[in-house]
C-alpha cells in the first residue's frame, strides 16, 4: 500500500518571503500522480497543484511550484511571495489508478497535512 | 457554476439514528467518492463509485453504505451511527478516461454522533 508523509505538522512564514513544504511517499509502481491540496479555516479541499510521475519538468502554478524528485519519493511544495490567504492546512496527496471489481478507482493516498501559518 | 454540493453541511445526532448526507455534482462525471477527515489521519476513502449501479468499498467502509442510482447523485447512508463516525466527511468527482484525474470535491459535511 502506498503511504505519504509529511513531516512538518506546522510551518510558519512571513508575508512575502518564500517557504517550502516537504512531502515524501512510498510506492513501488511506475505511473502515479501526485498532488496538493490546500484547505482553509472554511474546510473546503481546494487544488493547488498536480504533478504527473512521467512528466520530469516540475509542475508550477503562479506563486506555486513543485520539486518533484522521483527517484527520492519526494514532491515538495514551493510558494513564493506568500500572502496571508495563503494560510491553510496543506495536504500532499498520491494516487494511482487501481482496477477492481467496482471498476476504477482514483483513490487519493493524503498525507497528515502541515498547517501553514503566514505572519503580517 | 461546476460544483458538487453537500447536504446537510452539519449535523448532529445521537447513536442508531439512521441519517442520510446526500452528494450531488453537476459537471456529468462518471468516478464520485467519498472521504472521512479526522484529526492527525488526514482523509481515508469510505467508497467509491465508478458509475451509475457500480460502487465499491474503500479503506474505511465499516457502518457506511452508498448507492448510486442516477449519475449525479452519490448518498452516504449511516444505518446506525455510533460516535466514532464522528467526522468531517467529502464528497469528490472527477472525470474518468483522461489524464488529468483532477477531483473536485464538496464543501464537507460536519457530523457529530452523541
Known amino acids: 500500500a502506498q503511504t505519504v508523509t509529511q513531516s512538518q505538522p506546522e510551518m510558519s512564514v512571513q508575508e512575502a518571503e518564500t517557504v517550502t513544504l516537504s512531502c515524501t511517499y512510498d510506492?513501488?509502481?511506475?505511473?502515479?500522480?501526485l498532488f496538493w491540496y490546500k484547505q482553509p479555516p472554511s474546510r473546503q479541499m481546494i487544488l493547488v497543484i498536480r504533478?504527473?510521475?512521467?512528466?520530469?519538468q516540475n509542475a508550477t502554478e503562479n506563486r506555486f511550484s513543485v520539486n518533484f524528485q522521483k527517484a527520492a519519493k519526494s514532491f515538495s511544495l514551493k510558494i513564493s511571495d506568500s500572502q496571508l490567504g495563503d494560510t491553510a492546512m496543506y495536504f500532499c496527496?498520491?494516487?494511482?489508478?487501481?482496477?477492481?471489481?467496482?471498476?476504477?478507482?482514483?483513490?487519493?493516498?493524503f498525507g497528515k497535512g502541515t498547517l501553514l501559518t503566514v505572519n503580517p | 457554476e461546476a460544483q458538487v454540493t453537500q447536504n446537510p453541511r452539519y449535523l448532529i445526532t445521537v447513536t442508531g439514528k439512521k441519517l442520510t448526507v446526500t452528494c450531488s455534482q453537476n459537471?456529468?462525471?462518471?468516478?464520485m467518492s467519498w472521504y472521512r477527515q479526522d484529526p492527525g489521519l488526514g482523509l481515508r476513502q469510505i467508497y467509491y463509485?465508478?458509475?451509475?449501479?457500480?460502487?465499491d468499498k474503500g479503506d474505511v467502509p465499516e457502518g457506511y453504505k452508498v448507492s448510486r442510482k442516477e449519475k449525479r447523485n452519490f448518498p452516504l447512508i449511516l444505518e446506525s451511527p455510533s460516535p466514532n463516525q464522528t467526522s468531517l466527511y467529502f464528497c469528490?468527482?472527477?472525470?474518468?478516461?483522461?489524464?488529468?484525474?483532477?477531483?473536485?470535491f464538496g464543501p464537507g459535511t460536519r457530523l457529530t454522533v452523541t
Open positions: 469528490a468527482s472527477s472525470l474518468s478516461g483522461t489524464n488529468s484525474y483532477e477531483q473536485y
Open positions: 510506492t513501488s509502481e511506475n505511473n502515479y500522480y
Open positions: 504533478q504527473e510521475a512521467y512528466k520530469q
Open positions: 496527496a498520491f494516487m494511482k489508478l487501481l482496477i477492481n471489481s467496482g471498476g476504477s478507482n482514483y483513490k487519493l493516498t
Open positions: 459537471m456529468n462525471h462518471e468516478y
Open positions: 463509485s465508478m458509475n451509475v449501479e457500480v460502487t
